[in-house]
């Protein structure tokens, strides 16, 4: 017996906003309105390409990397895309979530990545 397939993959996508006039940097702006759109553009691509379901786009707040946004987060595969654009969504879709691709020139760079601590290693 076949169960629910689960999905091949999340996409994280980091939807924190800071306050008006609050000069921390954020993955949504109201001094970028492409920014606003990116979550938007990001469910409604997967839908017209057809893998809704067995891509989830989930909303998250702040991924700790605000400096690099707007960012998401590919799981699996821990892979994350930094300073997004639509233009940039469409590329990982095709390139990374449909080919199995990495696309490599988005990727966060590995000084602002380290490998995680893993939680054996800081559970008390
Ligand atoms: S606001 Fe998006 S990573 Fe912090």
């Known amino acids: 017996m076949n169960g629910v397939p689960q999905p091949a993959f999340y996409i994280f996508k980091c939807q924190q906003s800071a306050p008006p006039g609050m000069p921390k940097l954020?993955?949504?702006s109201q001094n970028n309105p492409e920014s606003q759109q990116l979550f938007q553009h990001l469910s409604q691509a997967l839908m017209m390409k057809g893998i809704i379901a067995t891509v989830s786009p989930i909303?998250?707040?702040c991924l700790n990397r605000c400096q690099q946004g707007p960012v998401i987060l590919v799981e699996p595969g821990h892979t994350m895309y930094t300073e997004l654009t639509k233009e940039?969504?469409?590329r990982i879709i095709d390139e990374h979530i449909i080919g199995g691709n990495v696309v490599n020139e988005y990727v966060i760079a590995d000084e602002m990545w380290g490998d995680a601590?893993?939680?054996s290693?800081?559970?008390?």
């Open 26 to 28: 954020s993955c949504v």
């Open 59 to 61: 909303q998250t707040g």
């Open 88 to 90: 940039k969504i469409d």
């Open 117 to 119: 601590v893993p939680p």
């Open 121 to 124: 290693e800081m559970a008390r």
